[in-house]
C-alpha cells in the first residue's frame, strides 16, 4: 500500500514537472493577469487576475478608456510581468528545478530558449513601459492644464 502511494506521489510529480520557457513566455504574454502565477501554482494568484480584470472593467466607464487612470495603472502589473518573465528566462535551470520542481525527478534543460525570450521580453517590455509613461505623463500634464492649446 505505501509503495503504491509512493508511486502515485512520483506519477503526480512528473506530471506537475514545470517548464522555464512555458513560464517566461507566460509572465511576458499574460503577466498583467498573472497567468504565470497560476501556472506555477502561487497562492493569490486570484488576486492579480482580478485586480487585472477590475482596471480593464473600470476604464471601459471611461469615455476614452485608454486614457482613464484605471488603464493606466495597468502599466504597473504589465511590467511586473515583463521583468518577471526576465527573471525566470535568466535564472539557472538548477535553480528553477529547486524551487518549482522538487521531486520531480527531471532536470530542466532550456539552452537558448530563454536568452531568446529575455531578449525579445526586454525589447517589447522596455517599449511598452515608455508608451505606458507617456500617456501617463500626457494624461497629467492634460489635467494639469499645462498642454492647453497645445493639444486636443
Known sequence: MEQNHAAHAEG?????????????????????????????????????????????ILAQLYPVWWDSPPFLLLIIPVTAGFIESLVFALKPDEWFDARYNPGS???????????????????????VLLFGIALIVMHVYRALGWLDGYVL
Open 12 to 56: 503526480r510529480n512528473r506530471a506537475g514537472h514545470r517548464s522555464k520557457i512555458i513560464v517566461a513566455l507566460l509572465a511576458a504574454v499574460l503577466g498583467v493577469f498573472g497567468a504565470h502565477w497560476w501556472y506555477l501554482g502561487r497562492r493569490f494568484a486570484w488576486l492579480v487576475t482580478l485586480l487585472a480584470v477590475l482596471l480593464l
Open 105 to 127: 525527478g527531471r532536470s530542466t534543460r532550456t539552452g537558448w530558449g530563454p536568452v531568446i525570450i529575455a531578449i525579445v521580453s526586454t525589447l517589447v517590455g522596455s517599449s
